[in-house]
């Protein structure tokens, strides 16, 4: 079964302060996503990467940065943080697919929600 | 842009009535469909997928969804309904079937039952 891993499940930082939210998986997905979840407005893709050191933007990058180094691990940043960016925060991974099949499922974290005071 | 539509933002039933909630997307071209589920306290899961062939999709737990091309539209069904099944429901559309293609959510249903 594929495990998606968050490093965090509640995580409380100040205005300013640079985070880093973990995403590790275990499944030699090519690619890793993370969403923010905020009530009503459903999920938002952030930012994504299809291969290692490969990252596109997703539909709110403002105010991220990600990292992927390894394949396995899909790091977010923040890099000052603001209170608008307290909201739960998802990691999601999947195959890739190829050039035949892009339609596979992508599995995801437990969320990290993050408070920004 | 594309977008996802669902309609329901919040249904309250009693156990064994039946449920159907909406979802609707604007994109003209080939789509993948999705349906997930989010129980309290936990992760996404995926609740069924339609990629192409048979437009009635069964999923677990008893769920189904039926693509209707004509009405752009991925509606999940189940006839009777439990007290477990309370948690959110998010539909999902990816774009063509080749390349990479982003997901696109719904901005989710909020089912409770009631026992």
């Known amino acids: 079964d594929v495990k998606v891993t968050q490093s965090s499940r509640y995580l409380v930082k100040r205005t300013g302060e640079k985070v880093f939210l973990e995403c590790v998986q275990d499944?030699?997905?090519?690619?890793m996503f993370w969403y923010r979840q905020d009530p009503g407005l459903g999920l938002r893709l952030i930012y994504f990467?299809?291969?290692?050191?490969?990252?596109e933007k997703g539909d709110i990058p403002e105010g991220y940065s990600v990292s992927r180094e390894k394949k396995e691990r899909f790091s977010l940043i923040l890099e000052s943080a603001s209170t608008n960016q307290t909201s739960m925060y998802l990691c999601?991974?999947?195959?890739?697919?190829?050039?035949?099949?892009?339609?596979?499922?992508?599995?995801f974290g437990d969320g990290t929600r993050l408070s920004i005071l | 842009a594309q977008s996802v539509s669902q309609h329901n933002h919040h249904v309250i039933l009693s156990e064994a009535a039946s449920l159907e909630l909406g979802c609707n997307y604007s994109y003209g071209g080939t789509v993948n469909l999705f349906w997930y589920v989010q129980y309290p306290g936990q992760h996404l899961q995926l609740l069924l997928k339609y990629f192409s062939g048979d437009p009635l999709v069964k999923g677990i737990k008893g769920f189904e969804a039926e693509f209707i091309k004509s009405k752009f539209s991925f509606n999940l069904r189940k006839p009777s309904v439990q007290w477990s099944d309370t948690a959110e429901y998010f539909c999902?559309?990816?774009?063509?079937?080749?390349?990479?293609?982003?997901?696109?959510f719904g901005t989710g249903t909020r089912l409770l039952v009631s026992p």
């Open positions: 999902a559309v990816m774009r063509g079937n080749t390349g990479f293609q982003k997901l696109v």
């Open positions: 499944m030699d997905h090519e690619n």
């Open positions: 990467s299809y291969d290692v050191k490969m990252k």
């Open positions: 999601a991974s999947s195959l890739a697919g190829g050039e035949v099949y892009s339609n596979q499922p992508q599995h």
